[in-house]
């Protein structure tokens, strides 16, 4: 039985995160510059039902039982075994690694668990679905953050652009015009369940205030959605610049992504926000490619820790 690797992207959301937990629509791409990778080897003289598991990049080396049940790795595997419907008799080990940045808004826990999900499936000869592999990311989405909207697992899963809407089937984003984007790290880690966490509790306390910004976010990405299907840039520029003065209202920017999108913003980018849960984490610009240079030199001027871009080709839908 030869060794099998599954790897899966990260990705961004272009607009709409936080709105989408309450329902409103998001739209998210594949990012295939960072991916997350599961490599599966046999283990031929191991006793039966052993599972090793190392993740170097987390300092992780030790059996699937030592795993407690909270924990996202043995979490996902266990339930792929479960779906699966094997008790393995199966000795194998599981290599685990990525190049994903953590608490960075770019999804690397979901591909992480997509990656695992996809080579169990796939070793034990009965690969999952996309679909499949999404919905056990998701389980794991819900111990990152109780209430995940399913955004990061469907694009991860899928890898294709999507317009998403909580509980409703797949919709992919069509794309009409290459979109060139940069990606800037802030260098700060957020940690997703607690941005999420202060956005319920601030709707708890002002219900009204949310609910209203919360529409206007979904307005903006129902014309999004529009706008990139007719590859107009201009519009979807002005309308990612304006979700991110919306998200400072939900409470979830920060000083140095709020300077990292006015330096994109000053040296002609088409439009610039926080990506992600935000509080730190990643800020994108949507960026005309003439301009590429120019408005990577002023976010490393203005403190970004990492730049990288990404073209989002056209779609044929
Ligand atoms: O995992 P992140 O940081 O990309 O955040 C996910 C997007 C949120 O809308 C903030 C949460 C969700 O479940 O959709």
């Not at 080897?41 to 090793?52: E, N, Q, R, S, V």
């Not at 979700?243 to 920017?253: D, W």
């Amino acid at each position: 039985m030869p060794a099998i690797t599954a790897s899966y992207p990260g990705k961004i959301i272009l607009l709409g995160e936080h709105a989408v937990v309450y329902h409103s629509h998001a739209i998210a791409i594949p990012i295939n510059q960072v991916q997350s990778k599961a490599t599966i080897t046999p283990l031929l003289t191991a006793p039966a039902g052993t599972i090793l598991v190392s993740a170097p990049n987390i300092q992780l080396d030790c059996s699937l039982d030592d795993l407690s049940e909270n924990n996202p790795i043995g979490l996902v595997i266990r339930s792929s075994l479960n779906k699966l419907g094997v008790s393995t008799s199966l000795a194998f080990s599981i290599r685990i690694s990525s190049s994903i940045p953590i608490a960075a808004g770019l999804g690397s826990g979901a591909s992480v668990s997509c990656a695992i999900a996809s080579a169990v499936s796939s070793f034990l000869g009965k690969p999952f679905t996309p679909q499949e592999v999404s919905d056990i990311a998701f389980d794991v989405e819900k111990l990152h953050h109780g209430t995940p909207s399913g955004v990061d697992n469907t694009v991860i899963a899928f890898n294709q652009p999507v317009y998403f809407q909580r509980g409703r089937d797949l919709q992919q984003q069509k794309v009409g015009k290459p979109m060139h984007f940069i990606i800037a790290d802030t260098g700060i880690q957020a940690s997703t369940a607690d941005v999420v966490g202060a956005v319920r509790e601030g709707r708890q306390a002002d219900p009204e205030k949310y609910d209203g910004v919360i529409q206007q976010i979904d307005q903006l990405v129902m014309s999004a959605h529009e706008a990139i299907s007719a590859g107009d840039l201009i519009t979807t520029g002005q309308l990612m610049t304006s979700n991110h003065t919306l998200l400072n209202k939900l409470g979830v920017s920060h000083p140095v992504l709020d300077r990292l999108v006015d330096a994109a913003l000053g040296s002609h980018a088409l439009g610039a926000k926080l990506s992600g849960a935000g509080c730190g984490g990643n800020m994108i610009a949507l960026t005309a490619a003439g301009d590429l240079p120019e408005v990577e030199r002023s976010l490393m001027a203005a403190g970004a820790k990492q730049i990288f871009s990404t073209i989002l080709e056209p779609t044929h839908v």
